[in-house]
């Protein structure tokens, strides 16, 4: 089974505060990816990255940055945390390919509350 | 712009009734779509996708049904059981883009006893 390890669940950050959430897959998978839920907007995509430093940004990478040092650590970085980013980040990941191995498998998800 | 709509934020259906989830999309160049659930604070797990040169796939209780010419996915479980009460997003993707995802906002599906 594929398996996305996420590393925090559960964090209280101040504002103003650098906040590193790391992500590690087992799967050899070549992409890798950021998405926050909130509830009724879905999930939306920060930032993903299809291979070792590379780096693309999703539909809301403001606020945020990404490093792809390893192909299987993904971190997600907040510069300056603030409360609008208080939400669940979920990671995934996925292999390089189309149609069906495009499915992309989710770790269990990081609640962030910026206080 | 939402170019995956799921209009029904929630539905409750009975054990044993079948559950049917809806999803429409926008963008013509969607040619492969799935759908997810997902508990609280758990994250989302893959359930059945569906590629745009099908119309239907099958997996146990769950069926997806695609419909191009009217832009339009759903998602059938039958017979519905309480463990499937949970949140259900549709998503889509365009081959060829990573893997991206675009994510509807999610179906809140409760099965009563």
């Known amino acids: 089974d594929v398996k996305v390890t996420q590393s925090s669940r559960y964090l209280v950050k101040r504002t103003g505060e650098k906040v590193f959430l790391e992500c590690v897959q087992d799967m050899d998978h070549e992409n890798m990816f950021w998405y926050r839920q909130d509830p009724g907007l879905g999930l939306r995509l920060i930032y993903f990255?299809?291979?070792?430093?590379?780096?693309e940004k999703g539909d809301i990478p403001e606020g945020y940055s990404v490093s792809r040092e390893k192909k299987e650590r993904f971190s997600l970085i907040l510069e300056s945390a603030s409360t609008n980013q208080t939400s669940m980040y979920l990671c995934a990941s996925s292999l390089l390919g189309t149609g069906e191995e495009n499915t992309i498998y989710f770790g269990e998800g990081s609640w962030l509350t910026v206080v | 712009d939402q170019q995956v709509k799921q209009n029904s934020p929630s539905l409750s259906v009975q054990e044993g009734r079948i559950s049917i989830l809806n999803c429409d999309y926008t963008?013509?160049?969607?040619?492969?779509f799935l759908w997810y659930k997902k508990y609280p604070a758990e994250g989302p797990t893959f359930l059945i996708s569906?590629?745009?040169?099908?119309d239907k796939n099958e997996d146990g209780r769950f069926t997806v049904f695609l419909n191009k010419s009217a832009k339009h996915l759903s998602l059938h479980i039958v017979p519905s059981q309480p463990g499937d009460s949970a949140v259900y997003f549709c998503a889509a993707s365009v081959t060829g883009t990573a893997s991206k995802l675009t994510f509807g906002t999610g179906t809140r599906l409760q099965v009563t006893l």
């Open positions: 569906i590629s745009s040169i099908k």
């Open positions: 990255s299809y291979d070792v430093k590379m780096k």
């Open positions: 963008n013509s160049m969607f040619d492969y």
